[in-house]
Each structure stands twice: as structure tokens, then as C-alpha cells.
């Protein structure tokens, strides 16, 4: 099992559940696997596009800090998720504690997945929130100048057809990474404006 694995690095284990179908299937670009000290004892990233192996000094090959949002989990119960932004653009990732299939600790280390934030999930987003968005890095123009450090949101108040609601997303480690922008008609319902506000918040907090 995973604990094992984590605390004995059974070959078979790997060979057995980590192959290629794991990330395909899964759409997983990261998977990764650390012990209770953040050692990596297995993990790979993917480009799910060529199915090559790849790199990202976001991605600590040896030992993980310590300090490490992903790896801050004080209960069995734990999950934390976020952006993590890499050279190779955002990565949506999300970590869990590795435990007994009955959900029983004490916990031997920590599970993290990833799957980059490209067109096709922004689609698959959309899709699934009913919301037509784009996400864009945070820059340094005078349009991301407002204040979202708690992923507020900001409607653009200037004359037009158009309603621009913009928020953004910090990254896992609480600095801004993302700016995630929809339009819809000015003349929607205050219910309908409220409905799409909280889509774009239930995004960025996946």
C-alpha cells in the first residue's frame, strides 16, 4: 500500500499503480510523493501534450523545505490547494496527507498533484461554472492595481455594454499570480452579476 511504499520504497508499487495511464487518465501533470521530512521518494511532472518528462526548479527534486505550504499538514483531515507558478506557467496543485486506507494516522508524509492551467481546463472551467473567462498573469499595469489580496472582486465601472468583473489569485505561497477576468452583458440581473462573481471565486479556489 501507499504507506509502505512511502516508508519502504516498494519497487512494485510503482511500477504497478504509477505508470503512464496515471497521469493520462487522471489528467495529472505532477504527481509526487515525500515522506513525514519532505524527502521526495518518487515523483515525476509530465507535459500531457508530448507525454515527455520534464523539470521545474518549482518542483524540488531531493528534499522539500519544510517550511512548504504543500507540506503543512497538522491533521489527517488536512487538504490544501492552490497556484503554484512555474516556468512552464501556472500549475493548479493540491496536497493531502498520506495515511491508512482507513483514514488513520499518524501520518508517513505527503501526496501532491498537479495539473497545469492551460486552454483546455480553462475551457473545461468555464464549462463547468457556466462563466466565459481567461486568466492572465498578474502585471504590473494599472489595471491589476486593486486591492485582491483576499481574491476580492473588481467591476470595472467605465461606460459600455460590456460588465468586467476581474479578480485575482495568489499564488500557495499568498503572493498574486493569476488575474481571472469575465464579461457579461451591463444589463444582467444583480442575481445573474452575483451568480457570476461567485463562479469566478469558486474557481480560483479549487
Known sequence: NTCEFIEEGNSEYAETNLGDSTFFTNNLSCLIFCDRLGRRIWGEVRDLESGEKITLA??????????????????????????????????????????????????????????????????????????????????????????????????????????????ISPDIGGKPALVLEAYVPRNITTEGRAATSFALLSILGI
Open 58 to 167: 518549482e518542483i524540488p527534486a531531493g528534499t522539500w523545505p519544510d517550511s512548504h505550504p504543500l507540506l503543512q499538514h497538522q491533521s489527517v483531515e488536512s487538504s490544501i490547494s492552490g497556484i503554484l507558478s512555474t516556468g512552464r506557467g501556472p500549475m493548479i496543485v493540491a496536497s493531502r496527507p498520506i495515511v491508512t486506507s482507513r483514514n488513520e494516522g499518524p501520518i508517513r508524509g505527503t501526496l501532491i498533484m498537479g495539473r497545469f492551467l492551460n486552454d483546455d481546463m480553462v475551457r473545461t472551467l468555464s464549462e463547468q461554472t457556466r462563466v466565459a473567462f481567461r486568466l492572465r498573469p498578474v502585471g504590473k499595469g494599472k489595471e491589476d492595481l486593486f486591492d485582491a489580496a483576499d481574491s476580492s472582486l473588481f467591476v470595472d465601472s467605465e461606460e459600455s455594454d460590456i460588465l468586467q468583473i476581474r479578480t
